[in-house]
Structures are given as C-alpha cells and as structure tokens.
C-alpha cells in the first residue's frame, strides 16, 4: 500500500460532513468496508498538493466510484463481473 496519508471527507444525507486527516489507505480501505450496511454516503479522498479526488457513493451493498481531476470527471461502475468505464472531458 502507499505510504502516503489521505484526507477524507464523509458525507450522510442530511448530516454535517465529517472529515478525518492523514489517515492511511488501509484506514481509508476500512472506513469504506464499514459503511457496506449504510445508505446515501459518500466518501470524498484527497491528498494535500494534487487536484485530484476520487469520491466512493455507497448504498448498502453497492458502491459507486469517481475521479475528479484537471482532465475531467471519471466514473467507474460494476455490472456482472464487468467494469465500465465512463469519461467526460472537461467536465
């Protein structure tokens, strides 16, 4: 794993965001896998200096993924064993 601490933000509908500092991509892996029996979350992770962020919206079971970076708006879905990958640039 990198060895390199996270910024999380965690955002429940109709809560005030929680956000934890300088935590670890296993502490980030964790915090993800616990929210499994939660509905409506989503995880936003950054790292200091980089204008990138990738944003986990969980809903019980499922899980949804995005990157949010200077090249665009991606989004990654599972369907059936398979990833789709979706890209809008400039978005």
Do not use: K
Not at 27 to 37: K, M, P, Q, T, Y
């Amino acid at each position: 794993m990198y060895d390199r601490s996270v910024t999380i933000q965690i955002e429940r509908n109709g809560h005030s965001p929680t956000v934890r500092r300088d935590i670890s991509a296993e502490d980030v892996a964790e915090v993800v896998r616990g929210l499994e029996s939660d509905s409506d979350v989503t995880v936003t992770i950054s790292q200091e200096g980089t204008d990138d962020r990738v944003m986990v919206a969980v809903n019980g079971p499922m899980a949804f993924l995005g990157r949010d970076s200077p090249d665009g708006l991606s989004q990654y879905v599972a369907h059936e064993n398979a990833i789709i990958h979706c890209w809008w640039p400039g978005s």
